[in-house]
């Protein structure tokens, strides 16, 4: 089972771009990846997520356009670039990896994940 590393958080001013980088200790070509995040006294939810070969990606409407999911599988890490951050973006933001054949219904959930980050914090000013 690979362990994953995200970095590349910060603390940014409104209108700023981030991206972060989710670094695995092993290979990720099996994976299903998704990026979540948790604010502060709210649930994780999800960010988005990408297909095993990169070739389809989802996201949840809150960032949709916004932010772009991406990987490289053969430098086992996944981004998520962020464009114009909003202060309501700002949280702990979570890599994650689940084994299957495909994103499906079940990849918009934190609890179909077994594999997990520690987070990076992302802080957006106003």
């Known amino acids: 089972q690979v362990q994953l590393k995200e970095s590349g958080g910060g603390l940014v001013q409104a209108g700023d771009s981030l991206r972060l980088s989710c670094v695995a200790s092993g290979q990720i070509s099996n994976y299903i990846m998704g990026w979540f995040r948790q604010a502060p006294g709210k649930e994780r939810e999800f960010v988005a997520a990408?297909?095993?070969?990169?070739?389809?990606?989802y996201y949840s409407d809150s960032v949709k356009g916004r932010f772009t999911i991406s990987r490289d599988n053969a430098k086992n890490t996944v981004y998520l670039q962020m464009n114009r951050l909003k202060p309501e973006h700002t949280a702990v933001y979570y890599c994650?990896?689940?084994?299957?054949?495909?994103?499906?219904?079940?990849?918009?959930?934190?609890?179909?994940?077994?594999?997990w980050g520690q987070g990076t914090q992302v802080t957006v000013s106003s």
């Open positions: 994650a990896a689940k084994t299957a054949p495909r994103v499906g219904t079940s990849g918009y959930y934190s609890k179909n994940y077994n594999i």
């Open positions: 990408i297909a095993r070969s990169g070739s389809d990606t």
